[in-house]
């Protein structure tokens, strides 16, 4: 999925081994790279879904609620595709 002017997500998220999460392109991009045992996990199913949202509707509170979800994700997951512990939030 590419979109020409693609809503940029609330903050910039920063996954382990990856470039910068910075709006719906990146992380539509950062989804398709996930192995297939991490996307079938239920946070990032939620990212999927609201990355769905985001298409059709968005505005602040859904980039909001895709940047938290997203940021979640990235928190519970253990490997490249989490954030760096000085980033978690406590």
């Known amino acids: 999925m590419i979109l020409a002017s693609p809503p940029r997500l609330s903050r910039q998220l920063r996954p ?3 470039r910068p999460l910075n709006n719906l392109n990146d992380v539509a991009a950062f989804l398709e790279e996930l192995p297939s045992h991490v996307a079938v996990r239920p946070p990032w ?4 879904d609201l990355v769905l949202d985001a298409v059709v509707t968005a505005d602040h509170t859904t980039m909001v609620r895709l940047t938290t979800a997203l940021e979640q994700a990235l928190q ?6 989490t954030i760096p512990h000085r980033y978690r939030r406590l």
């Open 16 to 18: 382990l081994e990856h």
């Open 45 to 48: 199913r939620r990212v999927s």
């Open 76 to 81: 519970v997951t253990e490997g490249p595709w």
